[in-house]
């Protein structure tokens, strides 16, 4: 059976059908599927029922994967396999506090972002629990040629956790927090395989922006945030168990939504890819 191709969006994202990825797949698909990430950032793959020695060979299609950050939800028998388990999520205030809500890229703060992350849906509750991408390639396009002109020569230092952060991240011990330099990224990034230039944005992460005042900087970041995740650039991915999805951490951002029953139970495999050094979007 042919694979099959469908657009999500105008711009980006894709369904991926007539496919099963627990097959060995030739060089030629691989290949292609490769090609298709690179072009459309977001790839879904419906019905695929991963788990996870499939979700690792899945991932490599793509490329070597990374550890998790976040030692503690690792499989222990595969631990390159992270997973979001409701069960591990405190509730406050009847509200489940999920990881990564508000927009994001992953891991801004290493010298070597994880190219693209990715999720095998294992248990999705009755409604809610969505994943949103905007496309940071598009709203770069978007904006006037002044303004790109402008903040293509800026850089961030990403660090931990911002001391203006909209969200608060899982406390790490010292030992794994001294293992993560603080880094400085480029505002704009040049896509190692298409070339085209995407904002670099992680309002969780971002200490202003180098060479303004703190003001001045956070609120450049600020207004590009809000004008980055309009509806206009957003796909939102409603979970079905067996979805396989994957995305570039260069193209798009992404977020978790805590709008689900924490009663009801929520579990996903999740996968990093290795990523290389960010480059500037220079002339
Ligand atoms: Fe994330």
Redesign the pocket.
Known sequence: MAIQISPITPTFGVKITGIDLKNDLDESTHKQLKALLSQYAVLVFPNQFLGPAELIQAGEIFGPLMPQQLQKYILPDFPLVGYNSTKDLPVKNGKLQV??ENY???HSNSVCPPKA?ALSAVKIPSSGGDTQFVDVRQSFDDLSPKLQEKIIYLRSLHVHESTRSPRTFTKLSEEDLAKIPNVTQPLVIRHPDSGRPALYLNTGRMEGIEGMNADEGFNLINSLYEHAIRNKYEYRHRWAEGDFVIWDNRSVM???NADYNPEEFRYLYRIMLEGDALSAFLP
Do not use: E, L
Request: charged content about 20%; glycine content about 12%.
């Open positions: 990881r990564g994001h890229t992953d992350t992404h977020q978790a």
